[in-house]
């Protein structure tokens, strides 16, 4: 599975931006996906995942981000989404998008940049 994210840049506090992750490959055996994010000295967090539609299409979020990011996910597409407004200077991170197949460790993309000016 090969995933590339696209979406990042630069944007005012308050702004939106709104994330894509395309996969390809083997993407028949992922049953859940996220996005995850890592600002400079800081470990990676979570910020939201989803299962498959056929797995509930069920969804999470971390507090930090609850009522601002909605996760979704095409499909038909295999194109996953984070749609991400009322950003905050705190959002600032390389977000990076994963994807998990039964059996075989975590899918990664390279990673898209986000920075918020305050």
């Known amino acids: 599975v090969h995933l590339v994210e696209s979406g990042g840049g630069l944007v005012q506090a308050g702004g939106s931006l709104r994330l894509s992750c395309a996969a390809s490959g083997s993407t028949f055996s992922i049953n859940a996906m996220g996005w995850y994010r890592q600002a400079p000295g800081k470990q990676r967090e979570l910020v939201a995942t989803i299962l498959i539609i056929a797995r509930g299409g069920s969804t999470n979020y971390a507090d930090s981000v609850k009522g601002r990011f909605t996760i979704s996910r095409d499909n038909a597409k295999n194109t996953m989404y984070l749609q991400m407004n009322s950003l905050k200077p705190e959002d600032t991170a390389v977000y990076y998008c994963?994807?998990?197949?039964?059996?075989?460790?975590?899918?990664w993309g390279q990673g898209t940049q986000v920075t918020v000016s305050s």
């Open positions: 994963a994807a998990v197949s039964p059996g075989t460790p975590a899918y």
